[in-house]
């Protein structure tokens, strides 16, 4: 199982960019997906998740300007950011909760992560 991640780069405050996941590899189910974020210095944090049915989760810092999205056919989980800030400055790395045949069980895995960078 792969998980491939890109859309990450150098954004002025402000503005906006799209990151994009896909899961490739022996997937039998994918139960959820999302992003966390780990600045430097800083804890990996949780910014967003979405099951494979569509309900979503935010971080309170990143509700009102971050949208997940999940395309089940592509596998794909999608992170829509607008009106980036400084502190958004990150890398980002997406998970995927998923099982690799039928009767296992769903376990975590995680892309390689993406630098996002808000900077004038």
């Known amino acids: 199982v792969q998980l491939q991640a890109s859309g990450g780069g150098l954004v002025q405050p402000g503005g906006s960019l799209r990151l994009s996941c896909a899961v490739s590899?022996?997937?039998?189910?994918?139960?959820?997906m999302g992003w966390y974020r780990q600045a430097p210095g800083k804890q990996r944090e949780l910014v967003a998740t979405?099951?494979?049915?569509?309900?979503?989760f935010y971080a309170d810092s990143v509700t009102g300007r971050f949208t997940i999205s999940i395309d089940n056919a592509k596998k794909t989980v999608y992170l829509q950011m607008a009106s980036l800030k400084p502190e958004d400055t990150a890398v980002y790395y997406c998970?995927?909760?998923?099982?690799?045949?039928?009767?296992?069980?769903?376990?975590?895995?995680w892309g390689q992560g993406t630098q996002v960078t808000v900077s004038s």
């Open positions: 979405i099951t494979s049915g569509g309900a979503a």
């Open positions: 590899g022996s997937i039998f189910s994918i139960n959820a």
């Open positions: 998970n995927a909760d998923l099982a690799t045949g039928w009767g296992t069980s769903y376990s975590d895995y």
